[in-house]
Structure formats: C-alpha cells, structure tokens
C-alpha cells in the first residue's frame, strides 16, 4: 500500500514482478501509451509487489505523461521503458522532466534517466526516517517550492506530512489531476490473494470507495489541517478526472471523487 514503514516496519523496496500468477493485477494492454485527453497519455505498467515480507501485495502501476510547450514531455511516476515504448514516446514528443513524486515512485527512475540523459528527474523530499536518496543522473529537489519548467501547463502542490511527502499535479487545460499513492482503488477481481483482499479492505482502499490508505493517515495526523487545505484545493481546482498510480483511476467527476474519497477529513459536502 502506501508508506507503510511506521506499521509494517521499514520500507520495503519494490520489484517488478512479470509471474503470470500477477498479470491479472494488471491494466493491460501494459507499456503502451493511451491518449485520455488532448496532450495527456496514461502507461499501465507492470506489478510490483510491496509491503512487509509475508504479506507483499501485488499493485498494479500506471505512469501519465503529459505534453506541455515545445513538445517537452512531464513524465510522471515513470513505469518500466520498453524499446516499443520509446518509439511510442518519440512520435508525441520528448521527455523533458522525470516525476518521482514520492519516494516510493523512483523505482524506473534511472532507467529513464540514463535513456533521455537531457532529461531533468525530479524527486520528492525524504522522509528523513532511513529513506536515501535515490542515485539518479540529474536529481532535482521536488518541494513545490522551485520555479519549474511545466509551470504554467501544470500547477504544483507539495503535502507533507510526518514520514511521508507527495507531490500532486494539476494539468490546468485539460483539468486533470494526477496523484500516486494519495488514493488508492484495487479492484477485487484484480487481487490475487484473500490476504490482498482484506489488507485492502482493512487500509479502505478497494474500488469502487477507494481513499488514502489508512497507514498513510498516520503521517497525516499532526498535519491535519495542512492536509485538508491541500484537499480544499485540489477540489477548487474542479478536476474532471483523477489519475492514480494503482488501481482503478476516475475518468469522470473527478471533484466529486475527492470529496468522496477525503470525507473522512472534510466530512460530507
Ligand atoms: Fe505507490
């Protein structure tokens, strides 16, 4: 699920797992670039599996990428680069800046990395609790703070909380969000364990009433306030749709979601 490190013991480093037993989890057809809007496309990657030894669960990855001025790309949440996939890429534009928007996203980072070596790889802060920072080529800091070269196609807005630091975007043309781990929406016929289905329903992350895994509340419990300002604003921006890194994303009604899906801190609007 999401930074679970403070419940499950120390962070556990992700791993592409391709076992057919996985590719159920998955939103194939994977590696591949789908137009959902003008300029913004979605890759459904491959399943990692993450969480404590015992218990990992399989999770399927999305990467957006979004088409900004000059054909320069916004690669968000990189999945897995196939050689297909680069050809893809290079018939809409070129990748130009590198999205870890949370520690737990920089697992395909390098790679990236060392195929566009122009490219500009931004990674969000460390929770300063064991994580390191990732070794990639040109690491920049992602604090919401630093003018950056997608603005003004993408706003930017940093939520940081205790162990954990997020940064979220808005593609302000086509109103669309993208966030990674902030909500989460397994689907049931896309789990494959029975443990899955209960750490998913225990953590309230199961489509169709997907939320902030409830691990990552924690992080959030002295930041309350900064959260739901956060939140206040994310809905103020009216996005259409929300892309999310795992599970099911919302294509419609994208406000009315974050309102569901954050009731727990807002209460019913
Ligand atoms: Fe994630």
Not at 110 to 128: F, I
Not at 161 to 176: L, N
Request: aromatic share 10%; glycine share 6%.
């Amino acid at each position: 699920m999401a930074p679970v490190s403070k419940i499950q013991g120390a962070y556990t480093p992700m791993s592409a797992v391709d076992s057919p037993a996985t590719q159920t989890v998955t939103y194939p057809p994977l590696d591949t670039l789908k137009e959902i809007a003008p300029d913004v496309w979605i890759v459904d990657g491959p399943a990692i599996r993450f969480g404590i030894p015992c218990f990992r669960i399989a999770f399927p990855t999305r990467m957006t990428i979004i088409r900004t001025a000059g054909r320069q790309l916004f690669i968000h949440s990189p999945t897995r680069l196939t050689p297909a996939l680069k050809v893809a890429l290079a018939q809409v534009g070129t990748p130009s800046w590198l999205i870890g928007p949370n520690r737990m996203h920089t697992r395909w980072l390098q790679d990236w990395s060392s195929a566009y070596p122009d490219a500009l790889a931004y990674v969000a802060p460390s929770d300063g609790r064991g994580m390191s920072d990732p070794p990639i080529t040109h690491r920049l800091p992602l604090n919401g703070i630093t003018a950056y070269g997608w603005e003004p196609h993408i706003a930017t807005l940093p939520i940081a909380g205790s162990y954990f630091t997020e940064i979220v975007f808005f593609h302000r043309v086509s109103r669309t969000l993208i966030l990674a781990d902030l909500i989460e929406n397994f689907e049931s016929d896309r789990l494959d364990s029975p443990m899955a289905r209960i750490l998913t329903q225990l953590g309230g992350v199961r489509h169709p009433d997907g939320q902030m895994p409830r691990d990552m509340r924690l992080s959030f419990a002295r930041h309350r306030s900064e959260l739901r300002l956060a939140v206040e604003t994310m809905i103020r921006w009216d996005p259409e749709r929300v892309i999310i890194s795992h599970g099911r994303w919302y294509c419609r009604d994208g406000a009315a979601e974050l309102r569901r899906a954050f009731r727990w801190l807002i209460g019913r609007q």
